[in-house]
């Protein structure tokens, strides 16, 4: 005879995200603190963007974060995202009562990285207080990795 058994009911007691703003001054996305114009391989640099809460999607069909390099006039490529080891991506609540929160997106420059000009993106999506969630993007000005 098979038993079947009962399902364990699941409890989620982490309260869902409400809404996010931007705040007066800024959007989603916006760029507050950029990595210095030069950096030199085997350092770390950062960048902190304006963001929404990462539970408002997930992006397991993207990344929250590219590190890209100028490969032409105009076009970038992909030198590193959230999978990779020397990434690091840090929300941070800044506002429990306005939904108020800030990304932090660090990249520890391998030796082998090759010299040129990179900058970073971030990805993300901010809920509106009426419901409704939209995504957003934005990057930090572009920087020279340098020997």
Request: hydrophobic content about 35%; glycine content about 10%; aromatic content about 10%.
């Amino acid at each position: 005879m098979l038993r079947m058994a009962k399902e364990a009911a699941i409890h989620n007691f982490v309260p869902g995200v409400l809404f996010d703003t931007a705040g007066l001054m800024h959007r989603f996305g916006d760029c507050l603190q950029h990595p210095p114009s030069k950096v030199k391989r085997g350092t770390t640099v950062s960048a902190k963007f304006v963001a929404g809460h990462p539970r408002n999607d997930i992006m397991q069909e993207g990344s929250f974060l590219r590190v890209e390099k100028l490969i032409g006039g105009d076009e970038w490529s992909v030198a590193a995202t959230d999978a990779d080891w020397d990434t690091k991506f840090i929300w941070k609540r800044t506002s429990t009562l306005i939904g108020g929160s800030e990304v932090t997106i660090q990249w520890e420059i391998p030796l082998d990285t090759p010299p040129g000009t990179y900058r970073i993106r971030h990805f993300g999506h901010y809920k509106q207080f009426l419901g409704g969630i939209h995504p957003y993007s934005g990057n930090t000005p572009s920087f020279q990795v340098e020997d």
